[in-house]
């Protein structure tokens, strides 16, 4: 079988040959390419691994209708707009693990038959990906999340300057192998030794996002009585602050009356923030930085080398911390409504 093709004809396929990701097209691309330069179909067969009688189909679809495309893999929806229309709701409100299970769902509702890679193609074409959901607690109120950020933004709005306002929270890190993505060499695994020590520290801390300063203290346990000792380093800190402002969750030690007596006693006004929102609190931002730099991916020898190299990472902060703003701030992102 001959093919002539014209210089525009072979720059076309050459083009859409380097773009083309289905393994089938750029077989058939290549059989078309390959017989205009002159090869024979007994070569090609060879060259692509594929049967002799499959270049001739090759061949024969191109020569009667320019064809390059297989009909199976169901790249052509069998779907009408109103199917269409009524499948996406389904994926918006339902997520799926598999594509087969839609196929499955699909022939089911529609009486419609999809395979896998049809499916796939489907999803691709109407705005579909494979990733991974978002978790967001179950219980956190928009409404009320909305409302504190206008509360913030006024806040600071009339403030006197010389009020200090900080993010406050605890974190309790621990000493077992905390094991994350990272570059590895490509077709190799990474071994890394993991332990499930429960030794862990009990870390109680606020940064103020506009000089990105942190206090922090490691206690025993936190409670009301931690809270008052975190007032006094903070009183020590603005020690000709009028007031400092104290943003923070609705822990049990944090809402206290020993906790609220110790505020007024240091000159720390409190401001709660929603339940459930630690997407409003940037110090949440600061625990995971500090996971990266010091838990990610390492093992410990002992319980002290642990607390060291949380306190090495403390120690240099005021040397990273203004290239972590991008990272912790508050440009707040309020949490949807789980459909």
């Known amino acids: 079988m001959k093919i002539v093709l014209k210089i525009i004809e072979k720059e076309v396929l050459e083009l859409q040959h380097s773009k083309e990701r289905d393994r089938r097209v750029a077989d058939r691309i290549k059989a078309v390419l390959l017989t205009a330069e002159g090869w024979t179909q007994k070569q090609i067969a060879q060259a692509l691994r594929i049967r002799y009688e499959t270049v001739q189909d090759h061949l024969s679809d191109y020569q009667s209708s320019k064809k390059l495309k297989p009909e199976n893999g169901g790249s052509e929806s069998h779907l009408c707009a109103a199917q269409n229309s ?3 709701s389904h994926l918006e409100a339902n997520t799926y693990l598999k594509s087969e299970h ?8 529609f009486a419609v038959k999809f395979t896998a890679s049809g499916m796939t193609k489907w999803l691709t074409r109407n705005g579909f990906s494979f990733k991974k959901p978002k978790g967001t607690p179950a219980k956190a109120d928009p409404e009320k999340q909305a409302e504190f950020v206008r509360y913030y933004e006024d806040l600071l709005n009339t403030l006197p300057e010389d009020e200090p306002v900080e993010f406050a929270d605890a974190v309790h890190p621990t000493m077992a192998t905390k094991i994350t993505y990272g570059w590895i ?3 190799k695994d ?6 499930a020590s429960r030794t862990r520290v009990n870390l109680l801390g606020s940064i103020n996002l506009e000089t990105m300063e942190v206090t922090i203290a490691s206690h025993e346990t936190i409670n009301s009585k931690a809270m008052e000792q975190h007032f006094a ?3 020590k800190k603005y020690p000709k602050a009028p007031k400092i402002h104290q943003i ?7 809402i206290s009356a020993e906790t609220k007596e110790a505020a007024e006693k240091y000159g720390i006004v409190l401001h ?3 339940t459930y ?5 940037p110090i949440e931002r600061l625990w995971k930085v500090m996971n990266e730099f010091v838990r990610n991916n390492r093992v410990f020898k002992s319980a002290s080398e642990f607390r060291q190299a949380i306190e090495d990472f403390f120690a240099k902060w005021p040397q990273i911390s203004h290239s972590m703003i991008d990272r912790i701030n508050d440009n707040f992102q309020t949490i949807n409504k789980v459909s």
Do not use: F, H, M
């Open 86 to 88: 009524q499948l996406i």
């Open 102 to 109: 839609i196929c499955a769902y699909v022939e089911q509702t």
């Open 233 to 235: 380093a903070l009183r």
């Open 272 to 274: 709660y923030l929603p």
């Open 248 to 254: 923070l969750d609705r822990g049990s030690y944090n």
């Open 190 to 195: 990474k071994l890394i030794a993991t332990t």
């Open 185 to 187: 060499r490509k077709g």
């Open 277 to 281: 929102s630690p997407n409003l609190n």
